[in-house]
Each structure stands twice: as structure tokens, then as C-alpha cells.
């Protein structure tokens, strides 16, 4: 056996995808029953019994032509479909404003003021910034399209990805910001990389892992490793309940913190750097309602953190993906954040039901009553790349033995987009 992927989410699938396209023997180690991790799709029938389906991570990924995204769901003969152009807000000074179509209509836009919109058109005239030091993410969107932008825009937007505030956040919790920047400007960086849409694999996100793991000679679940042991030859032996196995490289597609566990006694500098790597938390409320115009034909909406604390926001998964969800039915999507990252002004008050609905109804008053509701807790289920994470990643990734590698969303990215691209940048420079 060459090599033994610890993690069947997303990255070790994948990783271990393309390993075997290459001809390296691999197996991957699954602690759950079900590989996938966060990107799982799940039955949810309605109370008469008709058919419809929840995510458990993200609702769909941003697809752009040429892209790593689009090769793989291609290689892997994976359809993809778009919902199309839907609306989008902003709940902001107490209503909900429209999100323009096209940057052009932030002209006209009630998002930001008159000076916030004319400095953000001078973002293509701003100079490059060096890649050291780190910058924080709120610096450098401050830095690019200028402080208004950094207080206006920037918070929903980010909350709505990453359910942490981007004071906080460093500019790499989102890569391709940095990836952008190197073509001389934002602007400039997105229209050469091509406009990414929005878009749903046939049967939802969790087709991808599925369909990840018919393409792979062995997937182990319901096994987690508790130790490896260097061997004297070099090669590594993998401990796990009631079974051990030898290969030459072990790749760790762990979390930080359980990396860090089975990092402890072989590689110190490294398991310090990956626990002091924190992970958000959220809880979330699925709920169907029946169709309200002009909702159910959108995206949905995010809330600004300063009025919604710690309400981030609502999706409209049916219509993001139409098989949620039965005709006539419109599902939504309700997103809470961690007290603390928010400041939460009622920490102990329970984000149940009926506080997620009264909120609901504090942006959608016609809303009705809903036919079923759902709470979700996604517990440690965004790495939160706070400022210094990329001397993080690098001391984690620099202490590590030969024949040892961690490979996460919280290297790459945190998006399944991040992990694709990511994961195609490590195999194309291997580490010595």
C-alpha cells in the first residue's frame, strides 16, 4: 500500500482521486458511516410524504469556464445546473435592499453611500500590495476598494460565507482575493478568470462524494486511526480499532485539531500550530413555507452583522435547487453564528424555532407559518482562518516528517471551490 488518506470528506476523496488516476495505491480511512464530511445531501420528505432533500454543508459552488471545478465535475461525468439569476439582499437599516444584478448597478444601489460607490471605482488604479506581511481581510478590501466598502459591503458578504466577522479573518480565509489581486486589480483579476456562477451537481452536493467514492478502489468507514508509528525503513504503520496497516506516505485530511492529536508524539512544532487554528460553529433552521413573492425566486438574503447578531442571514434552497423541495413549496435556509464571534446581546436566550422565526418575520412579515422546521448545529464546521493563519498553515505543514502531509480545508480554503483548486496547486508541486 503507497499511501493511506486519513479523512473521507471531501479533500481526502479527492485527494486520493486523483492519487489513484496517477497510479499510486491508495485507501482512504473514514471515521463516519457516510464519506463527505459537511457535503452531504439528505432525505427530508415532506409530512404527506413527497419527496425532498436539505443540505448538510454548502448549498451549491461557484463554477466559472476553464475552471479546476468545472475539469472535475466533468472527469467525474457529473452534471451540474444553474438556477439561473435570482434576487438577492441585504438586510440592512431595518429592510431588506436589493443586491444588484450587475456591478454597475451599485450605482443606484441603497447598499453603500455616494463615496463608498465612487472609491470602489478606483479599485482597478490601486497598486499591488506585497504578499508579506499578512494582511488582514477587512485591510486589505479597505486597502483595494477603500474603508466604506470594508464597513458596508464586506460584513454580510463575509458573514454569509464564513459566519465570522472579516475584522478578524485574514485575507486568506478567502484565496482568491490574493489570486485576483496578482492580475493588477480585483476587477481585473475576476473578468480573466471568468464570471463564476453559482451551480448544483445532479442530486446536490452530496452526489460529489458519492460519486468520489465509486471511483475509488477502497474506502474504509467507520474507522479512525489513533496513532502512527515511524517506522524503521521509512515507511509508516497507521493504527486503528481492530485494524493496522504500512504505507509509505500517510496524508492527514483532518480537521486542525485532530491532525494535531495524531501529530503530538511524532511532530510537536507542527501539532501546536494546527491546534492554535480555530473552527466556527453554527446552527442552522431549515423551514417550509408556502411561496412567497418575490422570495422564492431568489437567493435569498444576508443580514448586516450590526442588526443581525448573531442572525447571519436566509437561503431559498428551492430555489437554488428545485428538487428540495416539492412545486409549491418554498424552503428556506436560516443561518445562526457563534454569540461570542457576534457579540450577541441575549447570549443565553435559545436560538430555537420560534427566536429564528421571530427574526424571520423582523425582515418578512407576509412570511407564513411553516409546514416543517428543522434545526441543524454544525458543530467545529468552518475553519476560521483568523490573522496569521498563513504563518499557521507554514509551521504546521514545515514540521512535519518525511512521508507525512495534512492536507484541509483549512490550508486550501474553506469552500469546496478552495479544496479543488487547492488540492490541483499541492499535486502539481509535491512536497520533498
Not at 498553515?393 to 474553506?414: E, M, Y
Amino acid at each position: 500500500m503507497a499511501t493511506i488518506i486519513l479523512g473521507g470528506g471531501i479533500t481526502g476523496l479527492l485527494a486520493a482521486w486523483h492519487l489513484h488516476g496517477r497510479g499510486v495505491a491508495v485507501e482512504v480511512w473514514e471515521a463516519a458511516e457516510e464519506p463527505g464530511g459537511w457535503v452531504q445531501t439528505l432525505p427530508w420528505p415532506t409530512l404527506d410524504g413527497r419527496p425532498g432533500r436539505f443540505e448538510k454543508g454548502p448549498q451549491g459552488i461557484l463554477v466559472s469556464s476553464g475552471s479546476a471545478a468545472e475539469r472535475l465535475f466533468k472527469a467525474l461525468e457529473l452534471p451540474l445546473q444553474s438556477p439561473g439569476k435570482g434576487a438577492r439582499w441585504v438586510g440592512k437599516g431595518g429592510r431588506l435592499v436589493p443586491v444588484p444584478a450587475h456591478p454597475a448597478g451599485l450605482l443606484t444601489s441603497g447598499l453603500m453611500t455616494w463615496r463608498t460607490k465612487l472609491r470602489m471605482f478606483l479599485e482597478p488604479f490601486q497598486p499591488v500590495g506585497p504578499a508579506e506581511p499578512e494582511e488582514g481581510l477587512a485591510e486589505f478590501i479597505a486597502r483595494r476598494a477603500g474603508k466604506g466598502m470594508a464597513a458596508e459591503l464586506l460584513p454580510p458578504m463575509v458573514a454569509g460565507i464564513l459566519a465570522a466577522p472579516p475584522e478578524c479573518l485574514s485575507v486568506d480565509a478567502i484565496p482568491k482575493l490574493r489570486q485576483w489581486e496578482s492580475h493588477g486589480s480585483l476587477f481585473n483579476g475576476i473578468r480573466k478568470s471568468g464570471i463564476s456562477h453559482l451551480m448544483v451537481p445532479e442530486g446536490g452536493m452530496g452526489s460529489l462524494p458519492k460519486r468520489l467514492v465509486e471511483r475509488l478502489p477502497l474506502v474504509r468507514r467507520n474507522l479512525k486511526a489513533f496513532g502512527l508509528e515511524h517506522l524503521p525503513d521509512g515507511r509508516w504503520k497507521v493504527y486503528g480499532p481492530g485494524h493496522t496497516a504500512e504505507a509509505d506516505q500517510v496524508l492527514l485530511a483532518l480537521p486542525a485539531f485532530e491532525a494535531a492529536n495524531l501529530l503530538g508524539p511524532l511532530a510537536a512544532q507542527s501539532a501546536e500550530a494546527l491546534r492554535a487554528i480555530p473552527y466556527t460553529s453554527v446552527k442552522l433552521w431549515h423551514s417550509r413555507h408556502e411561496p412567497l413573492p418575490p422570495y422564492d425566486d431568489g437567493f435569498g438574503f444576508l443580514i448586516h452583522p450590526s442588526e443581525g447578531k448573531p442572525y447571519l442571514g436566509t437561503l431559498v434552497p428551492s430555489w437554488i435547487d428545485k428538487k428540495c423541495a416539492p412545486a409549491g413549496v418554498m424552503q428556506l435556509r436560516s443561518f445562526i453564528g457563534d454569540a461570542q464571534l457576534w457579540g450577541d446581546p441575549d447570549p443565553e436566550a435559545p436560538k430555537d424555532w420560534a427566536w429564528t422565526e421571530g427574526n424571520l418575520r423582523h425582515w418578512i412579515p407576509a412570511l407564513g407559518s411553516p409546514s416543517q422546521a428543522k434545526e441543524e448545529i454544525s458543530t467545529n464546521a468552518i475553519p476560521r482562518a483568523e490573522k496569521g493563519h498563513r504563518g499557521r498553515v507554514r509551521q504546521a505543514v514545515q514540521g512535519l516528517p518525511k512521508g507525512l502531509d495534512w492536507i484541509s480545508n483549512a490550508r486550501f480554503g474553506p469552500g469546496v471551490r478552495d479544496v479543488i483548486e487547492g488540492l490541483e496547486a499541492w499535486l502539481a508541486n509535491p512536497q520533498p
